[in-house]
T-cell receptor, first 120, second 111 residues
Framework: GAVVSQHPSWVICKSGTSVKIECRSLDFQATTMFWYRQFPKQSLMLMATSNEGSKATYEQGVEKDKFLINHASLTLSTLTVTSAHPEDSSFYIC????????????????FGDGTRLSIL | GQNIDQPTEMTATEGAIVQINCTYQTSGFNGLFWYQQHAGEAPTFLSYNVLDGLEEKGRFSSFLSRSKGYSYLLLKELQMKDSASYLCAVRSTDSWGKLQFGAGTQVVVTP
């Protein structure tokens, strides 16, 4: 249980292209999902908190017009990197917490497999 | 400020024990998680501590001291497949349960 699917797993595209990454919770509902970015040999940096039916909350320093987040349903959040440039090349990972369980407070975030984005 | 510190790299031999320390200074605390991450893959959950003490789960154990802002992950009977990065993460007290991650400790297991 608690599987998070992220698609695509790998994207290579030209500078200036917009790229959409999908994050789905397959067997549970998640009103909140998280988007992280990870550069090589560095830790996961939280970019934004995605809330179903409302606007995402962005961390300091993350451009909300650059990284568009839509959380249209209880099982799907999307991250769109608009007009991507080489400096946006990174490993993007989403995660979600499973709601509705009695031990919710103990539940870890479940991560998708990540999307490796390479901008040429 | 917010700070989570853990060693960059540790090396140990197969069958040995390794202890990865994590110290934290955060504005709020609602639990500490340990994750394992293999290169190019997503993190997988290992353990969770919110109260002081030791949590044991098979070959892995995790300890927490909230007064000292300190945790460790203990890996016993090391196997080659345990070579990975181990991430310490502190959950905040906000309503979403945000996680702040340390930089990770790369554990290298040698034959």
């Amino acid at each position: 249980g608690a599987v998070v699917s992220q698609h695509p797993s790998w994207v290579i595209c030209k500078s200036g292209t917009s790229v959409k990454i999908e994050c789905r919770s397959l067997d549970f509902q998640a009103t909140t999902m998280f988007w992280y970015r990870q550069f090589p040999k560095q830790s996961l940096m939280l970019m934004a908190t995605s809330n179903e039916g409302s606007k995402a909350t962005y961390e300091q320093g993350v451009e909300k017009d650059k990284f568009l987040i839509n959380h249209a349903s209880l099982t799907l959040s999307t991250l769109t990197v608009t007009s991507a440039h080489p400096e946006d090349s990174s490993f993007y990972i989403c995660s979600a917490r499973e709601l509705g369980r009695p031990d919710y407070s103990n539940q870890p975030q479940h991560f998708g497999d990540g999307t490796r984005l390479s901008i040429l | 400020g917010q700070n989570i510190d853990q060693p960059t790299e540790m090396t140990a031999t197969e069958g040995a024990i390794v202890q990865i320390n994590c110290t934290y200074q955060t504005s709020g605390f609602n639990g500490l998680f340990w994750y394992q991450q293999h290169a190019g893959e997503a993190p997988t959950f290992l353990s969770y501590n919110v109260l002081d003490g030791l949590e044991e789960k098979g070959r892995f154990s995790s300890f927490l001291s909230r007064s000292k802002g300190y945790s460790y992950l203990l890996l016993k009977e090391l196997q080659m497949k345990d070579s990975a990065s181990y991430l310490c993460a502190v959950r905040s007290t906000d309503s979403w349960g945000k996680l702040q991650f340390g930089a990770g400790t790369q554990v290298v297991v040698t034959p």
